[in-house]
């Protein structure tokens, strides 16, 4: 296999390290790295010393150098990452909103209180899509609900005396 080698215009040069400094100030080190590997290429680097210096796959480093040279700079900007699709659409959660608004006791529990695995369940029943309780805290809270916390009150004391106590 014959080594990839890189020889643009100076002002080509100039441009890639521009980029580089920009992305670096922008955060954004991925793109900064692949920028710095096309660079090191051009100085004559082969991409197992780019892959050691960037601490970087060789593998990597060869798709980087082959992406630039097929496409150009473009191709080694930061493209949108989709990650992981969502679970409950934008309807199917204002119908969960509608239901925890509505209460539990509405929905068929004895508790007065939703909890994240009461929610889990409603979600799983409605819906079929089964959530962790740790997730279910986290979309209420992108619902905008609120976590409740019951506070212990003893039922029968006296007011008075518990501040004397305290004191």
């Not at 020889?7 to 040069?13: K, L, N, P, Q, V």
């Not at 590997?37 to 798709?63: N, W, Y």
């Not at 929610?119 to 089964?130: L, P, S, Y």
């Not at 992108?142 to 004191?167: M, T, V």
Request: aromatic share 8%; hydrophobic share 35%; with cysteine.
């Amino acid at each position: 296999m014959q080594a990839r080698i890189f020889d643009f215009h100076h002002s080509t040069g100039k441009k890639l390290g521009r980029l580089k400094k920009e992305s670096e100030q922008d955060g954004e080190y991925r793109v900064a790295k692949r920028l710095h590997a096309v660079l090191l290429c051009r100085d004559g680097r082969s991409s197992g010393e780019i892959s050691t210096l960037l601490q970087a796959p060789r593998s990597k480093v060869s798709e980087w150098l082959r992406l630039y040279e097929t496409q150009g700079y473009e191709a080694l900007l930061e493209g949108h990452r989709s990650g992981r699709p969502r679970g409950l659409s934008e309807e199917q959660e204002v119908q969960l909103s509608d239901l925890i608004e509505s209460g539990p006791t509405a929905y068929g529990f004895l508790g007065g209180v939703w909890t994240a695995p009461m929610v889990a369940r409603v979600i799983e029943t409605e819906f079929g899509i089964a959530y962790h309780p740790g997730h279910v805290c986290r979309l209420l809270h992108q619902l905008e609900f609120s976590i409740q916390r019951p506070r212990r009150i003893l039922a029968k004391a006296d007011p008075g005396k518990q501040n004397r106590w305290r004191r």
